[in-house]
């Protein structure tokens, strides 16, 4: 039971220009939701996270965006560069208990010159 | 991944051999997680620990033990190396307070093959 899903396993964008990613989820009880960048061969590093509480959070080039309604989030980069190719993971916080975050699969990001 | 080391970076084991996988951190951090990764299938967790002599499983535990006798060290155990057990892992640390996003940080991985 795939709790976290990232439906697109890659996405291709043009330098300069807007890169979307999105995430679903189905556990209403997620309180955080947060975004990992991941570089071949090193860990994943984190990104930008929000509250459950909250429906935008803005950090410099990187916005998440999250419909609680819809149990959707989406990562906004703009504008791209190339240096953001990566594997972007969405991940979610359990509220109680050991806190564990929860991944979704991944979403290779790809930014064409 | 300043903080957390993992060692070895890449091992290649025979189907049936044991092995250790070392994750230490130096910022006193409580909480450590093992995780692997599998191409296309995110990072799945395997054990995680709140503190020193406290274990429990996560999400795909079978065939992996840990220990955690110190704040610093999490090792993973592989007893009877499967093919299936091919996969990197990530060790990931966290302070693990009550409020907040809880953000993990990870070590640079370790890439285990079973032949």
């Known amino acids: 039971d795939q709790q976290v899903k990232q439906n697109s396993p890659s996405l291709s964008v043009q330098e300069g220009r807007i890169s979307i990613l999105n995430c679903d989820y189905t556990?209403?009880?997620?309180?955080?939701f947060l975004w990992y960048k991941k570089y071949p061969a090193e860990g994943p590093t984190f990104l930008i996270s929000i509250s459950s509480i909250k429906d935008k959070n803005e950090d410099g080039r990187f916005t998440v965006f999250l419909n609680k309604s819809a149990k959707h989030l989406s990562l906004h980069i703009v504008p791209s560069q190339p240096g953001d190719s990566a594997v972007y993971f969405c991940?979610?916080?359990?509220?109680?208990?050991?806190?564990?975050?929860?991944f979704g699969q991944g979403t290779r990001l790809t930014i064409n010159p | 991944n300043a903080g957390v080391t993992q060692t070895p970076k890449f091992r290649i084991l025979k189907i049936g051999q044991s092995m250790t996988l070392q994750c230490a951190q130096d910022m006193n951090h409580n909480y450590m997680y093992w995780y692997r990764q599998d191409p296309g299938m995110g990072l799945k967790l395997i054990y995680y620990s709140v503190g020193a002599g406290i274990t429990d499983k996560g999400e795909v535990p079978n065939g992996y033990n840990v220990s955690r006798s110190t704040t610093e060290d999490f090792p993973l155990r592989l007893e009877l190396a499967a093919p299936s057990q091919t996969s990197v892992y990530f060790c990931?640390?966290?302070?693990?307070?009550?409020?907040?996003?809880?953000?993990?940080?990870f070590g640079a991985g370790s890439r285990l093959t079973v032949l």
């Open positions: 990931a640390i966290s302070s693990g307070l009550s409020s907040g996003a809880n953000v993990l940080t």
């Open positions: 991940a979610a916080k359990e509220w109680a208990g050991a806190q564990k975050l929860v």
């Open positions: 556990n209403s009880m997620f309180d955080y």
